[in-house]
């Protein structure tokens, strides 16, 4: 690729993101580093869920190009070398590097725990079932749930819900993981399981994680870079320790106060 | 005559109304989730063909479309050499089928919409094909938002059987307008009729609550 170095797994170059008159991302660039562990922190508004929502293809872009792991996202190279949008195929060959964790969870009701973990394995990777099977047991024992794999979503309580989310992802064999404010669902109480698990995942697996969070104080241990998105920008980026010590913007400033204030 | 006389040929009445139903219900069910399934396709041909299905089934007569069927198909099949000529039976259940098919597509569409976004977000992210989604992940979540409406089609399909009786079938209400032309009992023949119907509505009433527990086992407060 001669776009992004060998070193870079996600790229936003110019990127545009509109909902009918309203740019939610404003001519976006932003990269992620292979195995970097990446926070995006912002106003709501700012288009910080939509980064990853556009990554996960779930939200087309108005303009510009995105790159994911040497390739294009969106755009397909025609004959002539000129980009031109996607294939379904070319879309679906893009996924397979990326997982997704939502905010409400998104679990299968009508599987039990181990089901959701073994569904896209075995109907999409076509993978073996026993193979599945063995794959989704050592990801539940990863996320403490074994004895709930028999269980059907809706006997589990919210953190270990979202513990499913993550260990279904995974499932896949992702190379980038994405969290959209994976515990702003939770009760408070369940909130400090789940980042257990992002944190052991940050810290034992060279998995690239970008992560939407209000979780300031998660966000400062576990991250390599802070982003704080501000009007569909990166207004300002760092090192944790930097920029939550020391923000150089006015914005960052009154953002930071506030939710540190809140917590 | 004794009312216990009657028993035996409204019970046989009963046995044809009780095949009918339990046919046109399985055909009709089929028929709902072609059309219901179509209705949401994106290809316009396949869109049009539900759409126009429903629509002309919904919005005619079940009396007409199964006189058109039994009477009028065979002289328009003659008109162009072809035998069209259907047993009543056929006829029948096509009818019925038919009928209750286009009002079970709409259930089933609207049940299929009823699945949220995120499910569909989530079969996405996982990399589902469209078609695995529908059938992985959005039917098995909206075949239990059908039963409920299911079962009032099913009743009212076992209801409308006794139309056929217009086309000579003998079932229930045949049956029971038979006995009345002989024996002229009007009061005791129809008052046991009406309890059969019943009857018959109680237990399909049963089973399909029984099935809808059974497709929604996995759902809260299920069991």
Redesign the interface.
């Given at each position: 690729m001669t776009e992004t170095g060998a070193d870079t797994i996600i790229k936003f170059d110019k990127v545009v993101k509109r909902f009918d008159t309203f740019t939610v991302i404003d001519e976006l660039d932003f990269e992620v580093k292979r195995g970097e562990k990446v926070t995006i922190i912002g106003p709501s508004g700012s288009g910080k869920s939509t980064v990853l929502r556009i990554l996960?293809?779930?939200e087309p872009i108005s303009g510009g190009v995105v790159y994911v792991d040497g390739d294009t996202l969106w755009h397909e190279k025609g004959g002539n070398g000129d980009l031109k949008p996607a294939s379904e195929s070319h879309l679906?060959k893009m996924?397979?590097k990326?997982?997704?964790v939502?905010q409400?969870f998104?679990?299968?009701?009508?599987?039990t725990v181990r089901r959701n973990l073994t569904?896209?394995p075995t109907?999409?990777l076509g993978m073996p079932k026993a193979e599945a099977k063995q794959r989704a047991d050592e990801l539940l024992e990863m996320v403490g749930l074994t004895a709930h794999a028999d269980k059907?979503p809706?006997q589990l309580s919210g953190g270990q819900q979202q513990r499913v989310g993550i260990a279904?992802?995974l499932a896949?064999r992702p190379k980038i993981m994405l969290f959209d404010e994976p515990t702003s669902a939770l009760d408070p109480e369940l909130v400090g399981e789940v980042l257990g698990v992002i944190r052991r995942l940050a810290e034992e697996h060279d998995l690239t994680m970008l992560l939407v969070t209000h979780e300031m104080n998660f966000a400062r241990q576990i991250s390599d870079r802070v982003c704080f998105f501000d009007r569909g920008k990166v207004l300002e980026q760092g090192k944790p320790e930097d920029l939550f010590t020391n923000p150089k913007e006015e914005r960052t400033r009154e953002f930071l106060k506030a939710v540190l204030e809140d917590n | 005559m004794d009312w216990t006389q009657y028993l035996n040929p409204l019970m046989q009445g009963a046995w044809v109304t009780i095949e009918l139903t339990i046919y046109s219900t399985i055909f009709g069910a089929i028929l709902s989730f072609a059309a219901g399934i179509g209705k949401l396709a994106h290809n316009p041909l396949i869109k049009a063909i539900a759409v126009g299905y429903i629509e002309i089934f919904r919005g005619t007569s079940l009396l007409v479309q199964l006189f058109w069927l039994y009477f009028a198909l065979p002289v328009a099949g003659q008109a162009i050499g072809l035998d069209l000529r259907l047993p009543p039976v056929v006829a029948g259940v096509l009818a019925l089928s038919l009928n209750i098919g286009a009002y079970g597509a709409e259930v089933v569409r609207g049940a299929i919409q009823s699945v949220s976004k995120?499910?569909y977000?989530?079969a996405?992210?996982?990399?589902?094909?469209p078609r695995?989604t529908l059938w992985?992940?959005a039917l098995?979540?909206a075949i239990p938002e059908m039963m409920p409406s299911f079962g009032n089609l099913a009743i009212q399909n076992l209801k409308d059987t006794a139309l056929v009786s217009l086309i000579s079938l003998s079932d229930l209400a045949f049956r029971a307008e038979q006995l009345r032309n002989f024996t002229q009992d009007s009061t005791t023949i129809y008052t046991m009729t009406l309890f059969m119907y019943f009857g018959l509505a109680l237990v399909l009433t049963a089973m399909m609550k029984v099935l809808e527990r059974f497709v929604g086992r996995?759902?809260?407060g299920a069991r």
């Open positions: 996960m293809t779930l679906r996924r397979e990326m997982g997704m939502f409400q998104n679990l299968f009701p009508h599987m569904e896209a109907q999409v059907y809706h279904r992802a896949m | 995120d499910q977000e989530a996405k992210a996982l990399n589902f094909t695995k992985r992940v098995p979540q996995w759902r809260a």
